[in-house]
């Protein structure tokens, strides 16, 4: 004879674990599906960030956030939206030197890139700049030759290069910039900021043609 009833006085001890443990898969079965539907939240999310979006978030990182610690700090932290978006604010209150726009970027890329249900190995930030595919070259043609406005590229310069290529362009992880020859040869100085190259970030995503122009100018002057 079976017993496998709750109401049999001897079955109950049988049946109760039986009990228990249907209750923890249903629990377990409903935390996995909401952690599934939750992953394909975040993965929609992910895919409504274009490629230039992305790849502005990334330079982004890599200029503004990496002065003060590495991209893998960032890199390997596994949040959900509401400790980015604390996490972001106290960074930019901190001094990262993000606009409200740049911010929201930032936010959208971690958000995301860095959720909980995301993969325990992910590339680096910087090898995810370099496998992606650098941006097209808008007004490279037919726009004339743009004038670079010195003034405008100081500051330009110090919240985007300063970080690596040193204060006043002396130098730091980057070569110095200032009198250096790269200057005279537009070609190569475009290919190389647009592009990147090596631990260069690649800026075309995140500067406009006009900025990278007055951060030209501002350099030639040093
Ligand atoms: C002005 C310096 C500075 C800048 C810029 C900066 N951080 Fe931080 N960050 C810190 C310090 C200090 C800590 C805490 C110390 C540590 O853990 O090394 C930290 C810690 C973190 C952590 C670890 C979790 C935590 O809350 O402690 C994350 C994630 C992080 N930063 C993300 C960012 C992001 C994203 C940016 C760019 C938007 C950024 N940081 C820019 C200084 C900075
Ligand atoms: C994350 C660090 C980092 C940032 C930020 C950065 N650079 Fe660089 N840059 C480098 C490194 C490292 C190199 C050397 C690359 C190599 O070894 O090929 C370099 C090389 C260059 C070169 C070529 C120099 C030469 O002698 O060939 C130019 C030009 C340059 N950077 C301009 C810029 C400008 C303009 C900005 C800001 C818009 C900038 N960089 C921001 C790290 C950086």
Request: charged fraction near 20%; proline fraction near 5%; glycine fraction near 10%.
């Amino acid at each position: 004879m079976e017993r496998v009833g709750p109401t049999d006085g001897y079955g109950g001890g049988m049946s109760m674990p039986r009990r228990v443990s249907r209750f923890v898969f249903a629990a377990l079965l409903s935390l996995t599906l909401s952690l599934a539907v939750f992953t394909a939240a975040q993965e929609e999310d992910r895919a409504s960030l274009s490629p230039a979006e992305s790849r502005k978030a990334a330079t982004l990182i890599m200029a503004r956030c990496a002065v003060c610690h590495t991209t893998d700090l960032i890199s390997q932290q596994r949040l959900p939206e509401d400790r980015w978006i604390v996490t972001v604010e106290k960074m930019v209150h901190w001094g990262a030197e993000l606009s409200k726009e740049e911010a929201a970027v930032v936010l959208r890329y971690l958000v995301a890139r860095n959720h909980p249900g995301a993969a325990a190995e992910l590339p680096t930030i910087e090898q995810e700049l370099a496998m992606s595919q650098p941006a097209s070259d808008p007004g490279a043609a037919g726009d004339g030759p743009l004038t670079g406005l010195s003034a405008r590229g100081a500051g330009l310069y110090a919240r985007n290069c300063q970080a690596c290529h040193g204060e006043g362009a002396t130098g730091g992880v980057g070569p110095k910039l200032a009198r250096n020859m790269i200057l005279k040869n537009e070609g190569a100085f475009w290919e190389t900021v647009l592009h990147g190259r090596g631990p260069m970030p690649a800026w075309g995503a995140a500067l406009s043609h006009q900025d990278i122009a007055d951060i030209h100018a501002w350099l030639a002057a040093r």
